[in-house]
T-cell receptor
């Protein structure tokens, strides 16, 4: 079945770059997303990438996709205290299909 | 505007109660979703509506009954729930088809349900 894996915790110093990694198993994953969830809140869509792309940059966010290894990463440049949250990667084949989420990575910012 | 609204924000109900969760979007999306999220876990898909018709039911118990009255509204009717059903219930919406669409799902803030 489909599976999406993430490490559970990442601790970085304020001002450094954060890199959150994700691996997926479904070869038909066409759309890959990163969501941010702050405590007690819903999910905020950060960015997405198509499976035919290698990289996407959006301000402080850079997404890298290695389709051969089924590996996705999210780089947050100049990490700030407001970036403290749980980050989920998710995938879908497209259309009206549900998302399959990774377990989420808790990003902890050290002052 | 990418807003999905959900009411109520919090709900406490007994095991014999009947209640409903509501979700609304005005982005013209024709797919709407219910997810359940337990504490410290990722969201899990429950139901998908596509063009107001139920297209996916992830083997959800019948005490949860979804309804899509029109393209902007999605309800989740709750009856005879168990304490283990306590969770954050998230609604989302997306496009179904579209040229170069990324089918991104936009989520509401959720309803935090406690079953006593």
């Amino acid at each position: 079945g489909e599976d999406v894996e993430q490490s559970l915790f990442l601790s970085v110093r304020e001002g450094d770059s954060s890199v959150i990694n994700c691996t997926y198993t479904d070869s038909s994953s066409t759309y890959l997303y990163w969501y941010k969830q702050e405590p007690g809140a819903g999910l905020q869509l950060l960015t997405y990438i198509f499976s035919n792309m290698d990289m996407k940059q959006d301000q402080r966010l850079t997404v890298l996709l290695n389709k051969k290894d089924k590996h996705l990463s999210l780089r947050i440049a100049d990490t700030q205290t407001g970036d403290s949250a749980i980050y989920f990667c998710a995938e879908t084949g497209g259309g009206a299909d549900g998302l399959t989420f990774g377990k989420g990575t808790h990003l902890i910012i050290q002052p | 505007d990418t807003e999905v609204t959900q009411t109520p924000k919090h709900l406490v109900m007994g095991m014999t109660n009947k209640k409903s969760l509501k979700c609304e979007q005005h982005m013209g999306h024709r797919a709407m979703y219910w997810y359940k999220q337990k504490a410290k876990k990722p969201p899990e898909l429950m139901f998908v509506y596509s063009y107001e018709k139920l297209s996916i039911n992830e083997s959800v118990p019948s005490r949860f009954s979804p309804e899509c009255p029109n393209s902007s509204l999605l309800n989740l009717h709750l009856h005879a729930l168990q304490p283990e059903d306590s969770a954050l219930y998230l609604c989302a919406s997306s496009q179904v088809v579209g040229i170069a669409s990324s089918y991104e799902q936009y989520f509401g803030p959720g309803t935090r349900l406690t079953v006593t």
